[in-house]
Structure formats: C-alpha cells, structure tokens
C-alpha cells in the first residue's frame, strides 16, 4: 500500500476526536488488510468482526447501514451478488485513536472512491464508517 499524508481532506474528522497517541500506520494497515482480503474471498461472517459494534455503512443510492446484523445482511445480499472487488492507491493517515483510509475500489464493472474510518477501542483497531461513491 502506498502511504500518503492528506491531512487538509480528513482534519475535520481528526478536529476534537483525537486522544493520546496510539495510532501507528503499519498496525491499521494489517486490519485493513484483513478486512479487505475476507471481502474479497467474501468471507462476510470474518470481514463483519473488523467493525465496531454500531459501524455505519454508505453505500451510494441507498439508506445508511448500521450494525453489525444489518452491515452483514448488506453484505451478503448486495456484494454478494456484485461480482469481483479490486482496489488500488491506497492511503493511510492515522492519528490519535482514529485512522483515515482511502482508495479507489472496482466493484464488477463499477468505480468508486472509499473512504474507510476507523477507531481505536478495547485495544483494537475496528472499521467504524465506510462510505464508498461513484464520483471517480
């Protein structure tokens, strides 16, 4: 993965969230890994453990998904049924207890923008928010 710091595009979600430092790159990028690799082979009961309890999902033109039932039944409904993911240019910029990530996801034949947000709890670092669009 490629690393870079766009701290102008993600200092909203950093401002007043932030606590003493546990971020460190190389951890977040090994969950992201992880979850990214369950979604790929589909292993959707593996992947829905990398979220926080009350994770929220966007995906475009459709209502927000909260939780882990509800995230899981998207999963298994929608992904499942969407063909193949890749991803490509990815970025991570962590800091305190929340990490930014960002790529450019295929989804079958569609592009999208990701834009994942993770938080720091219980001495792991969990999938909190992702939100995905077709702006690309």
Not at 28 to 57: C, R
Not at 82 to 97: H, K, L, N, V
Request: charged share 20%.
């Amino acid at each position: 993965m490629t690393h870079c710091f766009r701290s102008a595009a993600f200092a909203v979600v950093f401002v007043g969230l932030a606590a003493p430092a546990v971020a460190d790159d190389s951890t977040v990028e090994a969950v992201i890994d992880q979850w990214t690799q369950n979604l790929v082979v589909k292993d959707y009961d593996s992947w829905v453990g990398y979220w926080t309890a009350d994770g929220l999902l966007l995906p475009p033109d459709h209502p927000p998904v909260t939780g882990h039932d509800a995230i899981l039944a998207y999963a298994k409904d929608d992904f499942a049924s969407a063909g193949d993911f890749s991803f490509s240019d990815w970025t991570i910029e962590a800091g305190g207890r929340l990490a930014v990530v960002t790529n450019d996801i295929k989804w079958g034949d569609q592009p999208y923008k990701q834009v994942i947000v993770l938080r720091h709890a219980d001495d792991a670092w969990k999938v909190h928010i992702v939100m995905f669009n077709t702006g690309v």
